[in-house]
């Protein structure tokens, strides 16, 4: 197992279009999270998954977002009508159950324009 | 609601000189985490302090956690170019809450 892999890498669209971001976890880590980032600032929570269980989603969190596990093993996150302010980086990782210790993906920047 | 701040927010400072970086809440966390990430990539793991008074060393990083699990501290001896990035402080109140992020300390160490 190479770690967490997101995809893609680099996303540049323009305002209104919907984005899809994709990120395959460790395979034996049950939790998986979604983050987003913006420059010199601290990863901001956004959702996060036990299984395909979504657990919670951030109240910041507009309508617009939308994050998907289905088997309990990939995950997707889903940004509809982006705006400029969605540029960010979007960062996932997976830990095993009940440990805070993340494991992180590269993340998938995403440039609005 | 959770909460974790960090301080200083920028730290610049000479290679061989020594730092402390501080991480703060008002609430009580099962365990903190410290992770360092340059530009680009995801932040990667370092330590994770569980008991309240804990001390753990990574070569030349001293991690250690308040007593009442509310606070913990990253101390850098003899600070390296190479110890140059974004440090940040993360926990969660119970093993089946959120993990949630500090801010960040972002170091820069000159040559």
């Known amino acids: 197992d190479t770690g967490v892999s997101q995809n893609p890498r680099h996303k540049i669209t323009k305002r209104g279009q919907n984005v899809t971001f994709r990120c395959d976890p460790i395979s034996e880590h049950n939790r998986l999270y979604w983050y987003r980032q913006t420059l010199g600032q601290g990863p901001e929570f956004l959702t996060y998954f036990q299984n395909e269980a979504q657990l919670e989603k951030s109240r910041l969190l507009s309508d617009r977002f939308s994050a998907e596990r289905p088997k309990g093993s990939f995950s997707t996150l889903e940004i509809q009508r982006t705006e400029q302010g969605d540029s960010a980086m979007y960062l996932c990782?997976?830990?095993?159950?009940?440990?805070?210790?993340?494991?992180f993906g590269e993340g998938s920047r995403l440039t609005v324009l | 609601t959770q909460l974790l701040e960090q301080s200083p927010q920028f730290l610049s400072i000479q290679e061989g000189e020594n730092l402390t970086v501080y991480c703060n809440s008002s609430?009580?966390?099962?365990?903190l985490q410290w992770y360092r990430q340059e530009p680009g990539e995801g932040p990667v793991l370092l330590v994770t302090?569980?008991?309240?008074?804990e001390v753990k060393k990574l070569k030349r990083l001293t991690f250690q956690f308040g007593d009442a699990r509310k606070d913990s501290s990253l101390h850098i001896t003899a600070a390296q170019p190479g110890d140059t990035g974004l440090y940040l402080c993360a926990g969660a109140e119970t093993s089946y809450d959120k993990v949630i992020f500090g801010p960040g300390t972002s170091l820069s160490v000159i040559p």
């Open positions: 990782a997976s830990s095993g159950t009940y440990t805070g210790e993340l494991f």
């Open positions: 302090v569980v008991t309240g008074g």
């Open positions: 609430s009580v966390f099962s365990s």
